[in-house]
């Protein structure tokens, strides 16, 4: 019996080498998939914190503590703030206090009692709801929320929520995107959310 021709052995070697090549992927690819997978991180990149901003002129400390601004002869639309504070190293921040202040309807402050005004401390979860109504516009500012947040024994947070597409947004020299919640329609009003990161 003849030998295999030359042509036909090169070629016989080269698909040897092929198919070699493609067993080593194989076996990388089994080898792969039998060691244990990492676990997915909850937050691959650490957050930045929540940008400070001027606490303003019409801040009163010793607010009551509330979960809901709303009370007889409020008006105005409701709106539900959600959220979470979390630590740099996304953790949640238990107990955490949360002071909100804002405008009535109208843009006004109440400077003699406590009207939309209220604290309160975050869950085992680090979260928080306030129920309140929608401010109007302060003369010179657009929509917005005051906040100081403040983890226990540490410093506190002073900052502003902001709402989107406000067309004062663009004329408040004091505004910042990075501070804007996400706002949608509710069946009773509106619903936002805003997830705060301090140092803690």
Known sequence: MRGIPKTSRRGFLRLVAVMSTALAGVRTAIAAQAQPLRPTPGCPDAPQPTPRQTEGPYFKPDSPRRESLLEPGITGVKIVVAGVVLSTSCQPVPRAL???????????????????????????????????IVPGEYPGRTRHFHVKVQAPNRPALTTQLYFPGEAGNGRDPIFNRELVMRVQDATDGKAATFDFVIRS
């Not at 843009?107 to 085992?124: K, P, V």
């Open 98 to 132: 949360i002071d909100f202040w804002h405008a009535d309807s109208s843009g006004a402050y109440d400077n003699t009692g406590y009207r939309l005004r209220g604290h309160q401390f975050t869950s085992d979860q680090g979260r928080y709801r306030l129920e309140t």
